[in-house]
């Protein structure tokens, strides 16, 4: 057929406005995929930071409170979001955080209707080392120095870490760890916890499932620290000596070797920063208040062995008495940096005995540290809390006794969290 002149250009006509038409949609498109690319990079950013949030704080605050305050944070607050944050593995705080974003399209809805609305989805999952343990026996066999039940769990084994009755020994944003053949036990109300979960089964806690380390292979931090210099003589004032009374006065003390240390006659006593040796005994009498910032307490070699000719009326033989109050703070430099009390005045074959009894409000900032010792709790009115760590032969809460460890990276710190997808 003949094309008249008046239809000439016709096609040239259709074909630019189908160009025009097709440039437009692809621009659209363009702009459009342009965009949920960039929506799933923010979305994808959010979720990495939601996870990474959540596993640096688990412990400490719940993963539904930070991971989606992270994601919003990161994306500017803008996230019309939902946001599920998963915890994978308590051991090493492994959280998953997955985010579900609704976005808007410009053009394609308006050629494909299911389009104007598009759910991107991204996964973020981040992990940390599991925390050190801050509550460490160091015992391969456990303890027997008591009848049953004191120190034995549910099947009679003997155990290095232990409670009874209301008894508690917990760990805060720090593992537990035991290397005696049965980790943990407790009885009746008493409980051995940490941040982690634990498994509770006859009687008995699993350790695996709340320490970072297995049992028999709990670490001693301080082995090959040289032990300081003990002096042939005394610094013993006499008011300390029992010749004199201080009549509850005021006192303060400067570092040195003392040949026992007792402050049943003392109101308040401050020491002097630096380190203390004591040959004989440690004892406090319920009442005293002892102010000592950046001060290390040996216990040397052997210590208890004249306990009996030290007996102080009203003080705890060996260690901290109920109704003490004590503020105690470690060195933070130096060769004892960190350490706040060293008992090592006992042997693997014959372990003494430490009492860490609660106080009307003692604090001890930094570690304890007994490799042949038992840090025994087993009377108080209120928790001993240690702010560091406990490293000790054997550990136990007996009675109301209550030690409680928390870790806010005074004596150790854990890695850094990463990302694991």
């Known amino acids: 057929m003949k094309i008249s002149r008046g239809e000439r250009g016709q096609t040239t006509v259709l074909v630019a406005v189908f160009l025009a038409l097709a440039f437009l949609g692809l621009a659209a498109l363009a702009i459009d995929v342009g965009m949920l690319y960039r929506e799933k990079r923010m979305v994808q950013a959010a979720a990495d930071a939601a996870a990474i949030a959540a596993s640096a704080q688990y412990g400490t605050t719940a993963i539904t409170t930070s991971a989606p305050a992270a994601a919003q944070q990161q994306a500017g607050g803008v996230l019309g979001t939902e946001v599920t944050p998963t915890l994978i593995s308590a051991a090493n705080s492994d959280v998953q955080v997955v985010i579900t974003h609704p976005t808007h399209t410009f ?24 925390s050190p343990s801050c509550i460490s026996s160091l015992s391969p066999t456990g303890i027997a120095t008591n009848v049953a039940p004191l120190y034995y769990c549910a099947d009679s084994s003997y155990a290095g870490i232990a409670t009874s009755n209301s008894g508690s020994i917990t760990s805060t944003g720090c593992g537990i760890c035991a290397n005696s053949v049965v980790d943990n036990c407790k009885y009746s109300s008493s409980t051995i916890s940490t941040d982690s979960s634990v498994n509770a089964a006859s009687g008995t806690y699993n350790v695996t499932a709340k320490s970072y380390s297995a049992a028999g292979n709990c670490t001693d931090p301080y082995s090959a620290l040289t032990k300081p210099t003990v002096d042939a003589g005394c610094k013993d004032p006499t008011w300390m000596t029992g010749a004199t009374s201080a009549g509850g006065a005021n006192e303060t003390i400067s570092p040195g070797t003392y040949c026992k240390f007792n402050t049943a006659n003392v109101g308040t006593l401050t020491m002097i920063p630096g380190n203390y040796v004591i040959k004989t005994t440690f004892s406090t009498n319920g009442g005293a208040k002892i102010v000592a910032n950046g001060v290390m307490i040996y ?89 560091g760590s406990i490293t000790a032969w054997a550990i136990t809460a007996t009675g109301s006794g209550k030690i409680s460890v928390t870790n806010s990276g005074t004596s150790s710190t854990t890695g850094k969290v990463t990302l694991v997808r």
């Open 299 to 387: 216990l040397a070699p052997g210590a208890i062995a004249d306990a009996s000719n030290y007996t102080v009326s009203g003080a705890t033989p060996y260690g901290i008495a109920n109704g003490t109050n004590m503020t105690l703070t470690a060195q933070t430099s130096g060769t004892y940096s960190g350490i706040a009390i060293w008992d090592d005045s006992g042997t693997a074959s014959s372990p003494d005995v430490f009492t860490l009894n609660g106080g009307s409000n003692t604090s001890i900032t930094g570690a304890i540290y007994a490799p042949h010792g038992i840090i025994e709790d087993s009377n108080g009115s209120s928790a001993e809390t240690v702010n």
């Open 107 to 130: 053009f394609l809805g308006a050629f494909l209707p299911g389009m104007k609305l598009v759910n991107i989805s991204a996964l973020g999952e981040a992990s940390k080392p599991p």
